[in-house]
C-alpha cells in the first residue's frame, strides 16, 4: 500500500513539476517574443498538428480552435513528460545530472526536431538557421530546468527537508 502511495505521489510530483516546467518554457518565449519580435511564418506546428487530430476525429477546426487545440496539445505534453519524470525518478532514475538539462535536450532533439519532422509538421533540422534552433534549445532547457527544481523541491517537501539548504554547484 505505502508503496502506490510513493507510485503516486512521484507521478503526482511530476504532474505539478511538467505543469511549472511548460508555464517557464511559455515565459522564456514571451520574453524572446517582446526582447526580439518576429513575424510569424504560418499557423504554429502545435495548431497544425492539433487541427489534424481534430479532424481525424470528425470536427472542422476553426483558426481560433486549432489555436486552443494547439496550446492545450503543448501543455498535454509538457505535463505528461513531467508525469514521466516523476514515474522516472521512482524508479530510481536519476535525473539531478544536469540539473534536467539532459531531458530538456532529449525532448528538443527526439521531440520537437526529429519527431515533428518525422511526422511531417517540420522541415529536416538542417533546414532552420542555427539561431532558430537556438532558441528552441533554449526553451527545452529552461524547461528542463524547471522541471527538476520542481521534481526537487517536492521531494523535499515530501521528506521533510523543506529547511535544509540547497547545494548547488555553483553556490560555493
Do not use: C
Request: net charge positive; no cysteine; aromatic share 10%.
Amino acid at each position: 500500500m505505502a508503496q502506490n502511495r510513493e507510485w503516486a505521489a512521484s507521478v503526482a510530483a511530476g504532474l505539478l513539476a511538467g505543469v511549472a516546467a511548460t508555464a517557464a518554457m511559455d515565459g522564456y518565449w514571451a520574453v524572446l517574443a517582446h526582447l526580439k519580435p518576429e513575424k510569424p511564418s504560418g499557423e504554429p506546428v502545435t495548431n497544425r498538428l492539433a487541427g489534424d487530430l481534430l479532424r481525424r476525429a470528425g470536427w472542422h477546426p476553426s483558426a481560433p480552435a486549432r489555436q486552443t487545440a494547439g496550446n492545450a496539445l503543448h501543455w498535454t505534453y509538457g505535463i505528461a513528460w513531467g508525469a514521466v519524470a516523476g514515474l522516472a525518478r521512482y524508479g530510481g532514475v536519476r535525473l539531478d545530472a544536469g540539473f534536467g538539462q539532459p531531458l530538456g535536450a532529449a525532448l528538443e532533439l527526439g521531440g520537437d526536431q526529429y519527431g515533428l519532422y518525422a511526422l511531417g509538421y517540420a522541415r529536416h533540422p538542417r533546414e532552420y538557421p542555427a539561431g532558430t534552433l537556438a532558441r528552441s534549445f533554449g526553451a527545452h532547457a529552461v524547461y528542463g530546468l524547471v522541471l527538476w527544481l520542481g521534481l526537487e523541491s517536492v521531494s523535499r517537501l515530501r521528506h521533510g527537508n523543506a529547511r535544509r539548504a540547497w547545494k548547488l554547484p555553483w553556490a560555493a
